[in-house]
């Protein structure tokens, strides 16, 4: 998508040797990619999915030979992956058994205000607390994590992350691929100091280590066939821009907010923190025996190395395939003619020990209503990175918008479907569209580079 990106800041040494950056990170694809576990209901009932999840601290084996203390999601790094069905109800009890509080969010969801994860609206150690999840929007492949006001960021990188595959008809038609060859990509950053242990600092330019499904640099064993990659970059800071060593094609078939309308293909998919991609890719092309990697073409700036790596595909089998990337995925409803435009600002102090982060010039305050919103409304935000050099990405609570513009002109065709987060690099200018006939209440929109959202770069909508 985003070809007009431009590299974060900082230094990758992990790509350089990925034993240097500590002593016990593993020489690259040596461990298997972990598939992430689906979460088991409580209980069914004709409309209703009940879910029990357990916030704690486990110690777990990440890098070889060594046990990382990590906050999680039943013990799961990532999270299991919730699998729910639009029409069908979710219901998840969050019990919270760690020391700190927590708020609960489903990424990309219409949820009311209170079940939304507000960063005020916690969970208090030894709490229990349900969220209802109505699922009344249609297939997309969302997440869930923790949004606890200031702590969100080590929260998350602690681990409270993972998959939530929302599906409905319209995908259950189309014969793409399923089963064992729909698979949970989840990618993110992480800094291990000499121990193994994960170093959590602000604004940290030494997560150099990318971890998929929980496991270092692994690889995956694949058959000779297609298969859909659910790509999810839950990182902190980074951005990715993930492609084939061989730079052979990647049908991507969605977005955060579920299918595109039609397939695009490409060679490198861009994700910035928060974002999804669904991608069709076809290790048919490779004979048995064959591996491909899967590379970072967004290096940090300091780096040495021109190409980082992500994991590698080995291809180990021949199956069957009757699967098939259809031209036509999805029909999108045409954009209501808006009713009102304003305009959002995001900007980081740059140079300075402590940097705070800006929405209008403004650093978040629960109390203060930043965006007032009619209910009904169908708007036009304008949103800009006023920073020259610092990356930032735009992310809305409640809705899924679609981008009418990138820098005066139109969005990728990778962009150009449902969003809820979106790229905003140094220096650019994004336009979108967003209807608020869902619910009334307070949400927050926020930079999802969650260091950045920590520093102050969050703000509040009121829908009313
Ligand atoms: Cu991924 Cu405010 O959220
Ligand atoms: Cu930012």
Redesign the pocket.
């Known amino acids: 998508t985003g070809a007009s990106f431009t590299p974060l800041l900082g230094v990758d040494r992990a790509k350089a040797s990925p034993a240097a950056a500590a002593a016990a990170i593993p020489e690259l694809f040596t461990v298997p990619m972990p598939q992430m576990p689906v979460l088991r209901p409580t209980l069914r009932t004709t409309t209703t999915d009940y879910y029990d999840v357990t916030t704690r601290r486990v110690r777990k084996e990440i890098l070889p030979g060594i046990q990382t203390d990590l906050l999680t999601y039943d013990g799961n790094f990532p999270g299991a992956t919730i699998k729910a069905r639009s029409g069908r109800t979710v219901v998840v009890r969050q019990h919270n058994e760690l020391d700190v509080a927590t708020s609960s969010?489903l990424?990309g969801a219409s949820v009311t205000q209170a079940n939304d994860g507000d960063p005020m609206d916690t969970l208090a150690p030894g709490g229990v607390r349900a969220y209802t999840y109505p699922n009344r929007q249609p297939h997309a492949s969302l997440?869930y994590?923790d949004?606890a006001h200031h702590m969100e960021s080590e929260n998350v990188y602690r681990g409270l992350h993972g998959s939530y595959l929302l599906t409905d008809a319209v995908e259950d038609k189309l014969p793409l691929p399923k089963g064992e060859y729909d698979v949970v990509i989840a990618i993110r950053d992480a800094h291990f100091d000499a121990a193994g242990q994960l170093v959590y600092v602000m604004d940290d330019q030494q997560r150099s280590t990318l971890l998929v499904n929980g496991a270092p640099y692994p690889y995956f064993q694949v058959a000779a066939r297609k298969y859909r990659l659910r790509l999810a970059n839950m990182s902190n800071q980074r951005f990715l821009g993930l492609r084939l060593a061989d730079g052979s094609e990647i049908v991507q078939i969605g977005s955060d907010g579920g299918l595109l309308p039609r397939p695009h293909t490409t060679d490198t998919l861009t994700l910035s923190p928060?974002e999804r991609i669904d991608a069709v890719v076809d290790f048919s092309r490779y004979k048995v025996g064959e591996k491909v990697v899967l590379e970072n073409t967004i290096i940090f700036a300091g780096s040495a190395e021109q190409v980082g790596q992500v994991m590698r595909f080995d291809v180990v089998r021949t199956a069957a395939d009757s699967s098939a990337v259809p031209a036509v995925l999805r029909s999108l409803p045409a954009l209501p003619t808006p009713t009102n435009e304003r305009t959002v600002v995001m900007k980081m102090e740059e140079g300075v020990a402590h940097p705070k982060g800006f929405m209008d010039g403004k650093v978040y305050d629960p109390a203060r209503v930043d965006a007032s919103i009619r209910f009904g409304a169908s708007e036009v935000w304008t949103v800009t990175n006023a920073n020259a050099r610092v990356p930032h990405n735009f992310?809305m609570?409640l809705v899924q918008f679609r981008v009418l513009e990138r820098n005066g002109k139109p969005p990728a065709p990778g962009e150009a479907g449902l969003k809820d987060t979106v790229i905003v690099a140094a220096g650019e200018t994004v336009k979108l569209q967003a209807t608020f006939d869902s619910y009334r209440g307070s949400y927050?929109y926020?930079c999802?580079m969650l260091d950045h959202?920590a520093m102050g770069m969050m703000a509040t909508m009121k829908i009313s």
């Open positions: 969010h990424h997440w994590h949004h928060g992310h609570h927050v926020h999802h959202s």
